[in-house]
């Protein structure tokens, strides 16, 4: 019950990290994945796909298809509505986090 509990609320920082790497470049599922990994977040296949699928159907994040080693690797990039919404989300949660610091 826990675990579902902050799953959702961690959400919400996985999106603004999904679209802070979509600014910086290109980006392919998998390769979110371990980036996620690497920063304590365990997201499968089934929760991540869903999420961008649901990121570009709201305008945040652009997708290209592209052949790679014969197979179709889905790029995500940001839109120009993705980015308002970083900046906005950015200086939110900063100031979120500057009052719950101590």
């Known amino acids: 019950m826990q675990e579902q509990i902050l799953r959702k609320f961690f959400l919400g920082f996985i999106q603004i990290h999904i679209l802070h790497h979509a600014k910086?470049?290109?980006?392919?599922?998998?390769?979110?994945?371990?980036?996620?990994?690497?920063?304590?977040?365990?997201?499968?296949?089934?929760?991540?796909?869903?999420?961008l699928h649901n990121m570009e159907s709201k305008g945040l994040l652009e997708r290209q298809d592209k052949t790679v080693e014969g197979k179709i690797r889905k790029y995500y990039t940001i839109t120009p509505l993705g980015s308002e919404i970083l900046e906005e989300a950015k200086k939110k949660a900063y100031e979120l986090f500057k009052e719950i610091k101590d």
């Open 24 to 51: 910086k470049c290109p980006f392919y599922g998998v390769w979110m994945i371990d980036e996620l990994k690497e920063h304590g977040y365990d997201m499968s296949p089934g929760t991540l796909y869903p999420l």
